[in-house]
Each structure stands twice: as C-alpha cells, then as structure tokens.
C-alpha cells in the first residue's frame, strides 16, 4: 500500500521540488488522491531551523517542519508558545532571526494571503470595493470587479456586495475577510484565529466554509487556533507548540466530512489536550 501511495505521490511531485522523506512523501500522495488540482494548486512549505527572538525572549529555538503541497494544518499551543510568531513567519510578516523558509519555487505577494482574528474591513468602503482590496497591484485591473464578485459568491455573500461593513454580522464580517483573501487566488492562505471572536453556531458555520473552500480551491491551508476540537475537525495534521518547538505532529487520518462530535473526533482531541494540559495540570492556559 505505501509503495503505490509513493508513486502518486511521485507522479505528482514538481521536477524541482526540495527531497523529503519517505513519510512526507506517503503524506503528498494521500492529498495527491484528493485530486491532482490539490498539488497543482498548493504550494509545498519546507522549514529549517527557525529562529525567532523578541528582546531576551527567545519565542522559536528550530522550527522544522514539511508541509505537502494542499495540506490542511493546524497548529495549537499554550498561549505564548509561538504559534502566531511562527505563522507570521511563513506569511512573512516578520523578519527571521535564524534559520529558512522555503516554498520550493519563486512565489508572488499574491500566493500567500492572512486572514486574521479580526477582519479588518475598511469601514468607509462597501462590501465588494474591501474584497477588491484583497487584489492589491491587480484591483486596477477591468477584470477586479467580477473576481471580487466570484469571491463574494464563493462565501455566500453575493447579495451584501453593495452593504457597509457596519451592517453586517460578525459571521457575514469573517466572511467578507475571507472573501478578501480568497480574490487573489491564493496557493497558501494562512489562518490567524479567524474564528475566535465568533458564536458557538456561527463558528461551526464557519468552519464548514473553510473547509469547503480549501477543497474547492486546494490551497495549502495553515491554521492557528486555541480550539483543539475545531483542529482535529478541519486539519489532515494537527501540530503541537510548546517551548518553541513543535512536541508533537499527529496525522488526523479521518475520512471526510467528518462528524463532529464522533468518537474518533473525540479520542483525537483529549489526546492532544493531554499533550497540551500535562497530566493532572487542568488549569493550563491554552
């Protein structure tokens, strides 16, 4: 079985691209299986020794870490533990101390889009003329407008395009955010807590979007999130931080869709939790 998961895998696999190992390659070949838009699509990510300090606080001491092209991956951690420094990291937000990240080829501004806790819509533009923000060099071009308006219909918000942001809800606010990042067609979106500030509800609602546009767009999808039940619902792999360094890597060989709440879903997250809170530790901040 693993010898035909690795040809796919291989059939798939850029010329270029960087060697991994025989398990990241069985891990390509499980996305590849998705669908071979999933490897054409997404980039792969490969990281060496990342370093990151602020002042004396050393907040990464050597990330590494392969990350398949069109993989889903969430990254949990005790508050503090760097996992947004990390994820800024790979969307280059800040600067590295020591150490590399690569995506295996030459890539556009445009390939690695954020989309963050808050959504940060411009409160004195309408709803299509913020997702056309999201376009940046190309929002001039004659074409921006329906982009915006694909964007828009892709999360469900075709109907609110001419609507100031003041109106909406904080789910239809996330959605136009997510609108936003998803116009420029993105090969890696990475996710900051976007659904943090949200409603039991609407949260779920949400995640079931994200998953729906990541597989009908199949970018590698990165996301920071304090809520391990949400992880082990949307990821194929799930990370662990802790001290600056990832402690655990577990694979979430769920098939999809996947039933929150079911016994599997259940089992995956109380052991991460375990690995997360440290035995008899129940008060933990995560």
Same mark, same amino acid.
């Given at each position: 079985?693993?010898?035909?998961?690795?040809?796919?895998?291989?059939?798939?696999?850029?010329?270029?691209?960087?060697? @991994?190992?025989?398990?990241?390659? !069985?891990?390509?070949?499980?996305?590849?299986?998705?669908?071979?838009?999933?490897?054409?699509?997404?980039?792969?990510? =490969?990281?060496?020794?990342?370093?990151?300090?602020?002042?004396?606080?050393?907040?990464?001491? $050597? !990330?590494?870490?392969?990350?398949?092209?069109?993989?889903?991956?969430?990254?949990?951690?005790?508050?503090?533990?760097?996992?947004?420094?990390?994820? *800024?990291?790979?969307?280059?937000?800040?600067?590295?101390?020591?150490? =590399?990240?690569?995506?295996?080829?030459?890539?556009?501004?445009?390939?690695?889009?954020?989309?963050?806790?808050?959504?940060?819509? #411009?409160?004195?533009?309408?709803?299509?003329?913020?997702?056309?923000?999201?376009? $940046?060099?190309? *929002?001039?071009?004659?074409?921006?407008?329906?982009?915006?308006?694909?964007?828009?219909?892709?999360?469900?918000?075709?109907?609110?395009?001419?609507?100031?942001?003041?109106?909406?809800?904080?789910?239809?606010?996330?959605?136009?955010?997510?609108?936003?990042?998803?116009?420029?067609?993105?090969?890696?979106?990475?996710?900051?807590?976007?659904?943090?500030?949200?409603?039991?509800?609407?949260?779920?609602?949400?995640?079931?979007?994200?998953?729906? @546009?990541?597989?009908?767009?199949?970018?590698?999808?990165?996301?920071?999130?304090?809520?391990?039940?949400?992880?082990?619902?949307?990821?194929?792999?799930? #990370?662990?931080?802790?001290?600056?360094?990832?402690?655990?890597?577990?694979?979430?060989?769920?098939?999809?869709?996947?039933?929150?709440?079911?016994?599997?879903?259940?089992?995956?997250?109380?052991? !991460?939790?375990?690995?997360?809170?440290?035995?008899?530790?129940?008060?933990?901040? !995560?």
């Amino acid at each position: 079985m693993q010898e035909a998961l690795i040809q796919d895998a291989l059939r798939f696999r850029l010329p270029d691209a960087e060697p @991994v190992d025989p398990s990241d390659i !069985i891990e390509q070949a499980q996305v590849a299986r998705r669908g071979s838009d999933v490897i054409s699509r997404g980039l792969p990510l =490969t990281i060496r020794g990342l370093r990151k300090s602020f002042g004396d606080h050393q907040v990464l001491r $050597g !990330i590494d870490l392969h990350i398949p092209a069109g993989q889903f991956v969430a990254i949990v951690g005790r508050s503090g533990c760097g996992k947004s420094t990390l994820l *800024r990291l790979i969307a280059g937000l800040e600067t590295i101390d020591a150490g =590399t990240v690569s995506f295996g080829e030459e890539i556009r501004p445009e390939d690695v889009r954020v989309m963050f806790q808050e959504p940060r819509l #411009l409160p004195w533009a309408k709803v299509l003329s913020n997702v056309e923000v999201g376009l $940046g060099r190309d *929002r001039a071009s004659p074409d921006a407008q329906g982009r915006a308006e694909k964007a828009l219909a892709e999360v469900g918000l075709e109907e609110k395009r001419g609507q100031w942001p003041a109106v909406l809800s904080g789910g239809q606010k996330q959605r136009v955010a997510l609108a936003r990042a998803l116009v420029s067609d993105p090969r890696v979106l990475a996710f900051d807590e976007p659904l943090g500030a949200l409603d039991a509800l609407t949260r779920i609602s949400m995640q079931r979007l994200l998953e729906r @546009v990541w597989r009908d767009q199949s970018f590698t999808a990165i996301l920071v999130t304090h809520d391990v039940a949400e992880a082990v619902a949307l990821a194929d792999r799930v #990370l662990v931080i802790e001290d600056g360094r990832i402690a655990h890597d577990v694979r979430i060989d769920i098939p999809r869709p996947r039933r929150r709440g079911s016994a599997d879903l259940a089992a995956l997250e109380g052991s !991460i939790l375990r690995d997360l809170l440290g035995a008899g530790d129940e008060s933990t901040d !995560i």
